[in-house]
Antibody
Framework: QVHLQESGPGLVKPSETLSLTCSVS????????WSWIRQSPGKGLEWIGY?????NYNPSLKSRVTLSIDTSKNQFSLRLNSVTAADSAVYYC????????????WGQGTLVTVSS | QSVLTQPPSVSGAPGQRVTISCTGS?????????VYWYQQLPGTAPRVLIY???NRPSGVPDRFSGSKSGTSASLAITGLQAEDEADYYC???????????FGSGTKISVL
């Protein structure tokens, strides 16, 4: 069974950088499209971007986001800089079967709060 | 504001049939991109219910079905059960945004 697990700080100060890592089990990180999706409290889902052999970002976040893959560790990572309170959300790492989405496996999610 | 529009809430009695609409445009659903549906139970991560417009992954009851026509898609739940109370999201691809887009989400309540 494919398993995804997010890790990283649960609290980030305003203007600093949010960094999360997703560890993938029972699936090759070299295949599939690996995405980050977030959900602000009480709100809907927002796609942040995916990393594959290339990257693609949500235009609304593109200037602040960097996604990367570490094939040696079977992990992928998210960096979001210059965060504000509006970036407080549950962040999910997700496997996509295509670049059009088709998200078939999700991590449990990790809550990140932006506050001083 | 979400690119794909869903009704905020839908309710029904146990055993009834309910449908959730997902309205897009000619840059996403209308451009023949596939639609996916996800169910999010309270306090949990979403899980895929429907992929490629009308296909169910193994383990998803056949009470759930999806369809697509023009710039819209629909999720139908027949024989509504208490365990179906959850939030439901549609998802597709938008070529104007060059990325994945989600619907605004619909909360299903079982009366």
């Amino acid at each position: 069974q494919v398993h995804l697990q997010e890790s990283g700080p649960g609290l980030v100060k305003p203007s600093e950088t949010l960094s999360l890592t997703c560890s993938v089990s029972n699936a090759s990180i070299s295949s599939y499209y690996w995405s980050w999706i977030r959900q602000s409290p009480g709100k809907g889902l927002e796609w942040i971007g995916y990393v594959y052999w290339s990257v693609n970002y949500n235009p609304s976040l593109k200037s602040r986001v960097t996604l990367s893959i570490d094939t040696s560790k079977n992990q992928f990572s998210l960096r979001l800089n210059s965060v504000t309170a509006a970036d407080s959300a549950v962040y999910y790492c997700v496997r996509g079967r295509s670049n059009y989405g088709d998200f078939d496996y999700w991590g449990q999610g990790t809550l990140v709060t932006v506050s001083s | 504001q979400s690119v794909l529009t869903q009704p905020p809430s839908v309710s029904g009695a146990p055993g009834q049939r309910v449908t959730i609409s997902c309205t897009g445009s000619n840059s996403n659903i209308g451009a023949d991109y596939d639609v996916y549906w996800y169910q999010q139970l309270p306090g949990t991560a979403p899980r895929v219910l429907i992929y490629d417009n009308d296909n169910r992954p193994s383990g998803v009851p056949d009470r759930f079905s999806g369809s697509k026509s023009g710039t819209s898609a629909s999720l139908a739940i027949t024989g509504l059960q208490a365990e179906d109370e959850a939030d439901y999201y549609c998802q597709s691809y938008d070529h104007s945004l060059s990325g994945c887009v989600f619907g605004s989400g619909t909360k299903i309540s079982v009366l």
